[in-house]
């Protein structure tokens, strides 16, 4: 493992990659809010992270020794991928539109907060490494 390619790093990296992805998707609702049936989207990815994070979510841990065997639970941070979930269990409007733009931008204020406290976290491991480089 290089010093560039830490578990840090990956998982910020990932959060990010799955932040940008949210704001296209929240953009696209906005933009899609007097739509006719339209239905929202999001992505799922926050708690497919969180379990990865938790020993403890998953008690069983398969072990994969064939390659038929079917593994059990997450084996591998690549799996954990951001994924749009549409959300066609509401009707917000009369249309059949699902938007509610106060709660969209609600969530895209939010999403770019996020956004820039991963940044920063990213800002700052990165300064970190470049410090123990140059022997600051």
């Known amino acids: 493992m290089t010093f560039f390619n830490t ?7 990932r959060s990010l990659d ?8 929240l953009a696209n609702n906005i933009a899609n809010v007097d739509t006719p049936n339209f239905k929202r989207s999001d992505i799922s990815f926050d708690s497919a992270l969180q379990s990865y ?13 064939h390659p038929r065997h ?3 639970g997450v084996h591998s941070f690549s799996q954990i991928q951001p994924e749009i979930v549409a959300e066609d269990s509401t009707i917000y409007n009369n249309n059949g539109n699902n938007v509610d733009i106060d709660s969209e931008m609600t969530q895209l204020a939010q999403n770019q907060i ?17 410090n123990a480089i140059g022997g600051r």
């Open 7 to 13: 578990k840090t790093a990956q998982i910020l990296e």
């Open 114 to 130: 996020k956004y820039n406290a991963l940044i920063q976290q990213i800002n700052g491991h990165f300064a970190k490494l470049r």
């Open 70 to 72: 079917i593994p059990i």
């Open 53 to 65: 994070l938790d020993d403890d979510s998953i008690p069983i841990k398969g072990m994969v020794t």
């Open 18 to 25: 799955a932040s940008s992805l949210r704001h296209k998707v």
